[in-house]
């Protein structure tokens, strides 16, 4: 079925409160560097109905220093259409909130979207550590 989740965490190292809110603007990057065409969608919707926590209504999150917040991604690495090359993205691109600093997070493991196009994104999530 070709199903891939993915979660990432924001942790302040600061020492003022960092707020966030809604989704984090994404995007994807090949081994080039290149932009990786992808329509980034909020939720779950259409790509798979087992991924809830990517489903929640987006809040209002704020970081006290050392405290982090995740959000998570889903994908399938599935081809449609033979005569459309698959697509594979070893950097996901962050911007944490409108303005923010654009973060540069190089990947183990690939976004191997096949030829779908579809990325899944969940909003920002307090995590308790």
Do not use: K
């Not at 995007?27 to 990517?54: C, K, M, Q």
């Not at 987006?58 to 991604?73: C, K, Y």
Request: charged share 20%; net charge neutral; with cysteine.
């Amino acid at each position: 079925m070709g199903l891939r989740v993915a979660d990432f965490q924001l942790v302040n190292c600061g020492d003022q409160p960092y707020a966030l809110e809604g989704y984090p603007q994404l995007s994807l990057r090949d081994d080039r560097n290149d932009a990786v065409p992808v329509a980034v969608e909020h939720g779950a919707a259409g790509i798979t109905t087992g991924a809830s926590n990517l489903d929640e209504a987006p809040r209002p999150v704020t970081l006290a220093p050392g405290q982090a917040a995740s959000f998570g991604m889903v994908w399938r690495n599935l081809v449609t259409d033979s005569a459309v090359p698959a697509t594979t993205a070893r950097i996901v691109e962050v911007e944490p909130r409108p303005g923010a600093p654009r973060l540069w997070l190089r990947l183990a493991a690939p976004v191997d979207l096949g030829n779908t196009g579809r990325l899944g994104l969940g909003p920002w999530r307090p995590m308790t550590r």
